[in-house]
Every structure is written in structure tokens, then in C-alpha cells.
T-cell receptor
Framework: SAVISQKPSRDICQRGTSLTIQCQVD?????MFWYRQQPGQSLTLIAT?????????ESGFVIDKFPISRPNLTFSTLTVSNMSPEDSSIYLC????????????FGSGTRLTVV | SQQGEEDPQALSIQEGENATMNCSYK?????LQWYRQNSGRGLVHLIL?????REKHSGRLRVTLDTSKKSSSLLITASRAADTASYFC???????????FGQGTRLTINP
């Protein structure tokens, strides 16, 4: 299965600032996704990152708050904008490879703390 | 939004005992997957069961799927301290490429 390198692994940020999280996949993948995991909770899908077009956001998530880029088939970024303490979570990216059945791979996550 | 629920939310058993976790979902699916997460970090894929399958085994893991009841169970036999983790079911919804996760079960294996 694909291997995802996610950076940074953790960060502590001041409120009002923005953080960009990067995910690099070691092979071309058809689908990439971004999830948020609030403390003690499950994973909630933020959006599907589409290559060469705007991301598809889930209900409750908007582009102004979570802009996403996917310039090619192996790379995507998620920006958490104008952060507040409520944004403190783990953010994970995921990928799915076409032709490999239902193979999904996850990055190791970014633990974000907003102070 | 979450696809469904898992129960129990937390489970604590003695090492060597079996652990059973249940997952329910709401919509038609292509497959259902189980993941493990240690210490709130990366997810480890455990097992996948397709919508036309009823039971699947992998080592000490046994997964069942009942599409009529929209439910699945994960059984871990002969549990070990290293099995202590959070376990999540995730459904690949028909007509969509994304995975939707259940609430998760926190499993603690006591030595």
C-alpha cells in the first residue's frame, strides 16, 4: 500500500495564526482526504482533496477556514486558518489508490495545539 | 458526520480474554473496515469485509457483517496487553469514495 509522509507531526500555535499541513504520498493516488480528530473523539471527514480543482467539503467545513490544495497526484496541503483553541485537534490525511481495491492509507497525523 | 455508532464506547478486560466490539451504520456500503489507533496517532488498517461477505478472519481477529441489520462486529481472541488501543469501524459508502468512521471503542487489556 501507499506510504504517506505527513508534516509537521505536531505544533503549538498562537490563536489568530494559520498552519499548513503537508502530505506527500510515495505513489500516485486517485483520492486524498483530510480528517479532523478532536480530543477523545473519532475521525471526522473535512474534505476530499481533488487534483487540479477545488476540494469537496463536508457539511460544517468551509474553504475559508480549511483551504486545501492538491497540485498533483502525490501531494496535498491543508491550512487551518485564523486558529482558535477549538481547532486543537489531530489532523490526518488519507489516500486511496485506484486499481488497488479498497486500499486506504493514513498519515501519522498532526497534533495541533492552539494557545 | 459519523456514519454510525460503536459499542461499547469503552471496554476493559483481562489479558487472555476475548474482546468483542460492535459497529452499526446507516447507509448502503461497499465495504466495512476496522482500524486500530494507538495513543491518538496514526491509524492501522486491521481488516476489510465486503458487503457480500458475512465473516472474515485474520489471525486473532474475526469480523462479521450483517447488511440486513447494518451492523458489524470485531472479535479479538486471546487478548494481549499490546491490543490496548482505540478501535474504529469505517464504512465505504456506495457511490462515494470516502470512508466514514464510527465513534470508536477504547479497549484496555489488563495484565
Amino acid at each position: 500500500s501507499a506510504v504517506i509522509s505527513q508534516k509537521p507531526s505536531r505544533d503549538i500555535c498562537q490563536r489568530g495564526t494559520s498552519l499548513t499541513i503537508q502530505c506527500q504520498v510515495d505513489s500516485q493516488v486517485t483520492m486524498m482526504f483530510w480528517y479532523r480528530q478532536q480530543p477523545g473523539q473519532s475521525l471526522t471527514l473535512i474534505a476530499t482533496a481533488n487534483q487540479g480543482s477545488e476540494a469537496t467539503y463536508e457539511s460544517g467545513f468551509v474553504i475559508d477556514k480549511f483551504p486545501i490544495s492538491r497540485p498533483n497526484l502525490t501531494f496535498s496541503t491543508l491550512t487551518v486558518s485564523n486558529m482558535s483553541p477549538e481547532d486543537s485537534s489531530i489532523y490526518l490525511c488519507s489516500s486511496r489508490r485506484s486499481g488497488f481495491g479498497e486500499s486506504y492509507t493514513f498519515g501519522s497525523g498532526t497534533r495541533l495545539t492552539v494557545v | 458526520s459519523q456514519q454510525g455508532e460503536e459499542d461499547p464506547q469503552a471496554l476493559s478486560i483481562q489479558e487472555g480474554e476475548n474482546a468483542t466490539m460492535n459497529c452499526s451504520y446507516k447507509t448502503s456500503i461497499n465495504n466495512l473496515q476496522w482500524y486500530r489507533q494507538n495513543s491518538g496517532r496514526g491509524l492501522v488498517h486491521l481488516i476489510l469485509i465486503r458487503s457480500n461477505e458475512r465473516e472474515k478472519h485474520s489471525g486473532r481477529l474475526r469480523v462479521t457483517l450483517d447488511t440486513s441489520k447494518k451492523s458489524s462486529s470485531l472479535l479479538i481472541t486471546a487478548s494481549r496487553a499490546a491490543d490496548t488501543a482505540s478501535y474504529f469501524c469505517a464504512t465505504a459508502i456506495q457511490g462515494a469514495q470516502k470512508l466514514v468512521f464510527g465513534q470508536g471503542t477504547r479497549l484496555t487489556i489488563n495484565p
